[in-house]
């Protein structure tokens, strides 16, 4: 019942102050995720030899996107 008799600034502080705490707590997960996955990498580079050349030129080898042949517009015959 407090939050329904809280002035609408003081709530809109409340959720401010809370968005900061949830995006301070999104960095921290995120570098722990990213720690996670270096060293998921490192354990498949000693596990199946992989060298730093394999891995960039997998990660390069994007296939090429083909792009759909252009409609061209029909000509019309000149009436003469």
């Known amino acids: 019942m407090a ?3 809280q002035d609408p ?3 809109l502080e409340d959720m401010i102050a809370a968005q900061k705490l949830l995006e301070e707590q ?3 997960q995120r570098e722990v995720a990213r720690q996670a996955a270096l060293e998921s990498i490192k354990r498949l580079y000693e596990s199946h030899a992989f060298e730093y050349k394999d891995v960039k030129d997998f990660i390069k080898s994007t296939p090429a996107r ?6 061209t517009a029909a ?3 000149r009436s003469t």
């Open 26 to 28: 999104i960095k921290q």
């Open 9 to 11: 600034q003081q709530q």
């Open 66 to 71: 083909k792009t759909a042949p252009r409609k």
């Open 75 to 77: 000509r019309k015959k």
């Open 3 to 5: 939050d329904m008799q």
